[in-house]
């Protein structure tokens, strides 16, 4: 059979997840990573792989299934989904949640039009982390569900403190508090604030002279961000933050109560939960699994945009009906 | 909108769940229960509930929607399900693994002639498990799974006790091993064989003037059952089994761990477990929702016997795509 040909948009750490996961999947190949940069200038993971130039991509749609894209949802992910959902299949991990339904529409008009299946906002959350809370809702309507993230990078609440004036670079720990955990998994059921589920652990590297009293303070009250909850602000050399935090691990965890039984009598709790090394290299490889489902779902003429919801697990797997049955149920 | 009308077909434990567990769900009604007793020798759990014989069931195939068959799977569902395939969309929890691929073929044929949608070994395993299975599979290809059950009541443990001569009653708990799961989350991968995975606790009545030390010895050398594992016999007497063990809780744990990284650098562990107080409860309402995708898939046009691994998770929800995306995505 045929191997599903992958072409990757954007070369950030998402993007080599990507160029890497690849090679774990014996039905899918590469044909190339598309930039805005100059190709010369980009030096992939991997010697064998292509690099074209973004503009190049339009005349590459006979020679690639599914293009994954693995910018940014803000700046690039918005204006791209619509317009590669015209051309190519497309998986992406767009999770800009307020957005999701103005994007979802944008690339469905475009999908449709070219007969094209488009996934968007998969990865694990959007994305797995939905599918449980979606589980959690329909098996236990009774109940109520709680998503805790962590511990892990947020990039975005990086990406904020690195704003605040006098800050060279930092890093934050998203932590969920054991407590609430532990109430959350007895089954109780508890209002929890968002200060009682979450702590926020930044790392900062002050630029020379800066008020760091002050930083501090900017940091702490940071609206959205930071302000309504716990916070803890260490100040370390960039030599620190280079070795000590120079990875990009995550988790986080799903966990769905309720009750049954003529009386309320019976209670249950289902929980899921992912500890990753790598955010990038686990977010990569799930888009990989959603770009095999949107080539088989093309195949199959079920066009348009799509979420995970809409994705039947066995289209995930490069396994038959049959085999899926006899080895995995 | 119309309500899912629901049929029962047997009414023990789980068919009791599923009577209960649709007042949880708005979108569906309790059109009956069907039993091979005599009717009126039922004491439904609700009132209101009404009871058929069998033999009516063929005469109600215009007022249900979906038949949920509750019997058990050697006994009655290898047959029910074929037969009622021909007549209803049905769901199922059939659960004997090495006979799932003949029986799937046996309902698929008599659901394609019918044009009726019959999902086939729902519930959490096969069903949750397997799915949770199938996504470990498919986002760490590089990875290894492992299943856990319990702590809790394995039915079919517990009846092979009771076949054993001088055994009034029993009960018997299935319990993970807390340092073989403690392995499997570090992300070791490690080999582990049945004993390593669980124990087994046994609690049984002897009958008076029973051989305890023999009933002990034939217990734990019962080959598939006991002889691969560690286990523990307690004599009780019936007060005690039934105070302290009158209850069905269950749950159990899919563990996946998985390699990514140019160099298999960065190790990921993703975790779903289950904690039930009443395993044919959850297990009702499991069935209840995959009993929606069967109404919902039929009406599609989607005919045939299916699997949890054919069903998107969209179809187990009365909510509509755009209200998924904008609440639970």
């Known amino acids: 059979m045929r191997k599903i040909r992958i072409g990757i948009l954007g070369y950030g750490n998402l993007g080599k997840g ?3 996961g690849i090679s774990q999947n014996k039905d899918m190949e590469l044909v190339g990573v598309f930039t805005r940069r100059n190709p010369d200038t980009i030096n992939t993971l991997k010697e064998d792989t292509k690099v074209y130039h973004i503009d190049k991509a339009g005349k590459m749609t006979d020679i690639i299934d599914v293009m994954v894209l693995c910018g940014g949802s803000r700046s690039d992910i918005m204006t791209q989904g619509p317009e590669f959902a015209a051309m190519f299949n497309t998986v992406d991990g ?3 949640h307020a957005k999701i339904p103005e994007y979802f529409e944008a690339v469905n008009k ?3 039009n070219a007969k094209k299946t488009c996934i968007v906002s998969s990865g694990w959350d959007p ?5 449980n809370r979606l589980y959690g809702e329909v098996f236990l309507p009774e109940g109520k569900g709680y998503t805790f993230w962590g511990k892990g990078v947020s990039q975005g609440h990086s990406d904020a403190i690195r704003r605040v004036e006098g800050i060279q670079d930092a890093r934050q720990y998203t932590i969920p508090i054991e407590e609430a955990l532990n109430r959350v998994r007895s089954g109780e059921m508890p209002e929890l604030t968002a200060r009682q589920k979450h702590l926020r652990e930044c790392f900062v590297v002050a630029k020379e002279g800066a008020d760091l009293k002050k930083i501090e303070d900017e940091i702490k009250n940071m609206p959205d961000y930071f302000r309504d909850y716990d916070t803890i602000v260490h100040f370390i050399s960039q030599e620190e933050l280079d070795r000590d935090h120079g990875r990009l691990p995550h988790g986080g965890i799903v966990i ?3 009750k049954t039984g003529l009386h309320h009598e019976n209670t249950h709790v289902v929980e899921y939960s992912i500890k990753l090394d790598s ?3 686990f977010t ?3 888009l990989l699994a959603y770009a095999r489902a949107a ?9 348009g945009a799509k979420t995970v919801f809409d994705v039947a697990p066995a289209y995930l797997s490069a396994k038959s009906g049959e085999e899926l049955r006899r080895t995995l149920l």
């Open 279 to 281: 955010n990038p290299d």
């Open 256 to 258: 769905h109560s309720g």
């Open 284 to 286: 990569a490889n799930v």
């Open 94 to 96: 767009f999770d800009t």
């Open 110 to 112: 475009a999908a449709l």
């Open 127 to 131: 994305g797995l982390f939905s599918i």
């Open 295 to 303: 080539y088989r779902l093309n195949r199959e003429g079920s066009y």
């Open 18 to 20: 990507v160029e890497v």
